[in-house]
């Protein structure tokens, strides 16, 4: 997931020829030509262009904020020729941080000094939050293991009603006419014929 892009909107066919004549190498942003594609815009409408400004996974922000400034402090120039530019309609730096599920709290300054150079130039600053892959797969996992000790524990209490129960035989919320605990049901569909028959 790329840490900070440079996001430039304007109409397609005029900000694309011009974007390429600038030494960044910017690249249409999949939604934008997908929609052109599709027939749901035209070459007339406003279509996004993204340059990475700091490629990383998002889960170290302060470098993302100090390459970003410097990368507005190089290319001030080149990025005060462009913002002046009449197909340019609006720019933006979109940071990609990771959600923290370890701690409570994630704390991260914008320096005054970097905060001027985006007004200078009228760039907007955007905070995009994701899970990252390894978050996403860790926060699954956890709901697969609720889902499995939940099921362990149904199972079991079947087994104290019922015996030894066959393999495909799971619990599920109806009430049990042997014990009458709702909690120790069979769901319909997928219980054994010995339970069909007791409860």
Known sequence: MPGCILRVSGPYKILGPFLESVPLDFEEADGSRLQREMGKTTEESSSTFNFTVYDDDGNHVPLQIEAAEGFLVENSELLRSLMADDSVEFAMLDFAWCVPRDSLASFNRFPP???????????????????????????????????????????????????????LCICGPEPCRECGDTELALLAGSMCPDCVEDC
Do not use: Q, T
């Not at 905070?127 to 609720?146: C, G, P, T």
């Not at 499995?148 to 066959?166: N, Q, S, T």
């Open 113 to 167: 000094p970097f905060l001027g150079h985006c007004a200078e130039l009228n760039i907007h600053l955007e905070i995009s939050l994701y899970l990252s892959a390894r978050e996403k797969a860790d926060f699954e996992e956890d709901e697969m293991a609720v889902l499995h000790k939940d099921w362990l524990v149904r199972h079991e209490a079947c087994k104290r009603c019922h015996g030894e129960l066959e393999e």
